[in-house]
């Protein structure tokens, strides 16, 4: 299966982007598309074997759209697209002057005669029928070009859109008025006023060509999260090359080059240091306010800023592979992605658009029934064309997602589909990883005691044999087991016939002996006697440290105290939770009295304790079985189960990668006020988008019916149409306008 993401031209609205869907979607191979209007992009998952980017293009074509594949490099991309825009944005603006002036001088012009009023500075020759004519043919033409496109397309595929509407509006405007134009005789002769309305045609097409003009603008502005991470990338690198200093560009540095940084200098792209140490302000990727230190072995990130000292690190990734090109690859998936609630707004579109067309047709046909006056049929059902048009409904939910997400990256918090960003404000129980989550991750070996003291250097040789078991494990309290052996100076030995057994701990040979490190619970299932240091354990796991038995030939011979301190963040984040409404559960695979004593310390009173790896998922999907929407955050490989199996995975940046591979939002900092704020945001957008789909509604479902003329029989109420045109404009004005109000979220903090 490939992934694919396609740029698209010729759309006008939300309903194009659907009939797209559903063109690619009909090719044989595609698995599931997506389409975003706001971005103007579709992703697609295919199966190579079956079809190919060609043949998706070509059925794009037959729709009658354009699909371009999209460069591989986000910076390459973003040029050709702002030169795409950019002329794009000139044509617009070249028929939106166009179409403004005329569309002026034909209002103006027909005051007198709408008024009765003499007004001197108004020549009398800008209302003749024939210079109307002549002057709205370019506007209706030229300027209106696209509607009539797009309406023709729509037309092939046998849907309508708001092209549509606004294509049989304003021709219906304009050809009526040529016909009064050319033969006002028939309508005198009958008795009916001979007024044209090309200024209708002419205002209706500037509207929209205003609205188009800023929904432009205001896309700019919305990927304006993305241009901002780019921006923060480096220009240049110092590299140390055979002795030498010297300044590259970065699209020349390699991996394992040397970069030398002094102090106020950017990061040019990740790595490890190497030599000297100093303080990062991580700010601008991770959220974290505080400077980090870094010492020799620790990573670095590019485009952070480097504050104190001067060091020198080993590139480890670069060009589309850097921590920063992928949060901004993320991103760019995450605002084309389409919410849940879209798919609503979608199907209504769909269905929208044909039902005005009748509710127009009959209108006409009722008016002119009922008063034989055509004129008035006319404008009734051009008003009820335009005022119906649902282009806002279109872009209510893209652009919410769009400012939604951008506000999430910039708070250090990736958001990685916009089905997350919805699931996110339902959420219900949040469930918790102990270690690496709630703590730091960073456990330590405080308390070391054997049966047999120290006789002989007993000591020093079992924790020689526990180190050198450990070493062949991945687990961070393995780790710690190695760097406390590293740390008393013991030498590490072979071990043969290593296990590792999740959720119970590690095994091995080691000089001829069997060594098992682990659980006391493991220790009991293989029958082996440990009442002696039971007392011990109990109260080092009441001090929330956890206990490593250890095994030497089938008999406990020491145990160690494990201690892994909380993150500073969490007891205040658990609290913000709760304030929220969320349930709060602790999951761990540790034993139950230090996962009791570390909940206690957070303010957690659910926990789930000493749950086996294999188990994490089940406990979710048991929680799930009572109707609940649950969120799981954690940061282990064996956390990663229950992350895909949780409605809303997050993961902790500072985490496996598998974890992050297998979430939905990422908190790019391990501080878990990021859950708080990631549910802050989600209720926000959520918030910001049912009023996006009232805006687009309102004007709508009201305008209809007084269009329709529902007033004139009462108060001789008749809308203007060159209002409704102007309503529609605003309707999608007011949409736009609210969603960049999301650009002001703020996480806040609950204390
Ligand atoms: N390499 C190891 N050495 C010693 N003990 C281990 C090892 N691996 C696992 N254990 C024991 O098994 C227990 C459960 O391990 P598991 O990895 O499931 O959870 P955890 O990492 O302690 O907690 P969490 O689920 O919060 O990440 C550990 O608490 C530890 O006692
Ligand atoms: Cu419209
Ligand atoms: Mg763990």
């Known amino acids: 299966m490939d992934n694919l993401t396609v740029k698209l031209q010729g759309m006008s609205c939300a309903s194009c982007a659907s009939s797209i869907e559903q063109a690619i979607k009909s090719v044989p191979g595609v698995i599931e598309c997506n389409v975003n209007f706001g971005m103007e992009q579709a992703s697609i998952q295919y199966d190579s074997q079956k079809t190919s980017l060609a043949t998706i293009q070509a059925t794009v074509d037959a729709a009658g759209y354009k699909a371009l594949p999209l460069p591989e490099m986000a910076a390459d991309e973003d040029d050709n697209d702002r030169k795409n825009r950019k002329s794009e944005s000139q044509n617009l603006q070249r028929k939106l002057w166009t179409a403004g002036i005329i569309s002026i001088l034909l209002v103006v012009g027909g005051i007198p005669a709408m008024t009765g009023l003499h007004l001197p500075f108004i020549p009398a020759w800008l209302h003749n029928f024939w210079l109307q004519l002549v002057l709205t043919a370019p506007v209706q033409f030229w300027c209106g070009k696209s509607f009539y496109i797009g309406a023709w397309k729509a037309l092939k595929r046998r849907v309508a859109t708001m092209d549509t509407l606004i294509a049989l509006g304003t021709s219906a405007a304009y050809f009526y008025s040529v016909f009064v134009t050319f033969f006002p005789g028939l309508f005198i002769a009958q008795g009916l006023n001979s007024s044209v309305y090309y200024e209708v045609a002419a205002s209706v097409v500037a509207l929209i060509l205003l609205g188009k003009t800023l929904e432009n603008l205001a896309k700019g502005e919305t990927s304006e999260a993305i241009r901002k991470l780019m921006g923060l990338q480096a220009k240049t690198a110092r590299i140390v090359r055979n002795g030498q200093e010297l300044e590259v560009p970065l699209a020349q540095v390699e991996i394992g080059d040397i970069v030398q940084v002094r102090p106020g200098e950017q990061i040019p792209v990740d790595g490890e240091v190497i030599e000297g140490y100093s303080t990062i302000d991580e700010a601008m990727v991770t959220g974290e306010s505080l400077p980090v230190k870094k010492q020799i072995g620790d990573e670095v990130i590019g485009a952070t800023i480097n504050k104190t000292g001067s060091f020198k690190f080993r590139t480890t990734r670069i060009g589309k592979d850097t921590f920063l090109a992928q949060i901004v690859k993320m991103v760019q998936d995450a605002q084309g992605s389409k919410a849940p609630i879209q798919k609503l707004a979608d199907e209504v579109t769909g269905w929208f658009v044909p039902a005005v067309i009748a509710v127009a047709l009959a209108t006409f046909i009722i008016w002119f029934n009922a008063t034989g006056n055509i004129t008035l049929a006319t404008v009734t059902m051009v008003e009820v064309l335009i005022i119906a048009c649902p282009c806002a409904l279109g872009l209510a939910t893209p652009t919410a997602v769009m400012v939604g997400t951008g506000k999430g990256a910039e708070n250090g918090i990736l958001i990685k589909g916009a089905e997350s960003l919805e699931l996110a404000h339902k959420i219900q129980v949040i469930v918790l990883d102990k270690t690496g989550t709630l703590t730091e991750g960073k456990p330590t070996v405080t308390d070391f005691v054997t049966i047999k003291g120290t006789a002989n250097s007993n000591e020093l040789k079992l924790l020689k044999f526990a180190a050198s078991v450990e070493r062949n494990s991945e687990h961070p309290l393995g780790e710690a087991v190695v760097r406390y052996g590293e740390f008393q100076e013991v030498i590490l030995t072979d071990v043969k016939d290593f296990e590792a057994i999740a959720g119970s701990g590690v095994r091995g040979v080691v000089e001829g002996k069997s060594i098992a490190l682990g659980t006391l619970r493991w220790m009991q299932e293989l029958g082996f006697d440990t009442d002696y240091l039971e007392l011990r354990a109990k109260a080092w796991e009441s001090a929330s440290k956890t206990v490593v038995w250890m095994a030497v030939e089938g008999k406990i011979e020491a145990i160690l105290g494990i201690a892994d301190a909380l993150k500073p963040s969490s007891a205040r984040a658990v609290k913000a939770l709760q304030k929220l ?155 736009l306008t609210n969603a960049l109000r999301l650009r002001k979220f703020q996480p806040k903090y609950i204390t």
């Open 581 to 735: 409404g969320l349930e709060v559960v602790m999951l761990t695979g540790d034993n139950r009295t230090t996962a009791e004593s570390i909940a206690h310390a957070v303010g957690i009173d659910r926990i789930f304790a000493e749950v086996r790896p294999d188990q994490k998922a089940a406990k979710i999907q048991a929680l799930q079985a009572q109707g609940k929407i649950v969120a799981m955050v954690g940061d282990g490989i064996n956390d990663a189960p229950a992350l895909a199996a949780s409605d809303v995975g997050i993961a902790i940046g500072t985490g496996t990668d598998v974890a992050i591979a297998a979430s939905d939002i990422t908190l790019i900092s391990g501080d878990l006020q990021g859950i708080v704020t990631a549910i802050q945001l989600s209720r926000a957008t959520m918030r910001n988008i049912r009023e996006n789909l009232f805006f687009a509604f309102i004007y709508n479902i009201a305008g209809i019916p007084i269009a329709a003329g529902i007033l004139y029989p009462i108060f001789g109420w008749l809308l203007s149409p060159i209002i409704a045109g102007g309503a529609m404009a605003f309707s999608s004005v007011s949409v």
